[in-house]
């Protein structure tokens, strides 16, 4: 019997940057912002629990401060959590060298604490700044959620 996948929501505001877990039946994208400046975070993150995976959902930019930082501190909590972790890049629309940073930070992060962190669906864009930065000879890199998920079952029958 496979479980029900459980979808988490993720609320975040940027003065301080604060998270809130909450479990949901249907998934929420929500972006965060500032009420002062009236700026919003060009970035939404949605997780999502497939069993022992799971999977975060990026949506808009990975830039330079709030953006880059969001992904790092929400990424960062799931690496914490889970054993195979699969960043949905679809969503992506542009990234710059803050964001390839934090990619690079996170998959050292989570291969010296034996965590899976895979790659998945980077447009054009942002699949050529993977390769000219060379960050994608060190990310596994899949062209769809559904082919990392498929990839993890591969790994597991190689391993045993």
């Known amino acids: 019997m496979v479980p029900k996948p459980k979808h988490l929501r993720l609320s975040t505001s940027m003065q301080p940057l604060h998270m809130n877990w909450q479990i949901s039946e249907q998934p929420a994208v929500l972006a965060a912002f500032t009420p002062q400046k009236e700026l919003k975070l060009k970035l939404s993150l949605e997780t999502r629990n497939l069993g022992d995976v799971i999977v975060v959902h990026c949506h808009g ?12 501190r929400v990424v960062g909590e799931v690496l914490q959590e889970a054993r195979k972790v699969v960043l949905d890049l679809s969503g992506v629309t542009s990234m710059d060298s803050a964001g390839i940073g934090e990619l690079a930070f996170l998959q050292s992060w989570a291969q010296s604490r034996s965590i899976t962190l895979k790659c998945a669906g980077p447009n054009s864009l942002v699949r050529t700044l993977l390769e000219m930065t060379n960050l994608a000879s060190v990310l596994q890199i899949h062209p769809s959620v559904d ?4 990839s993890f079952q591969e790994d597991q029958v190689c391993a045993g």
């Open 147 to 150: 082919s990392a998920l498929v």
């Open 61 to 72: 930019r990975i830039v330079y401060r709030d953006e880059a930082a969001a992904l790092a």
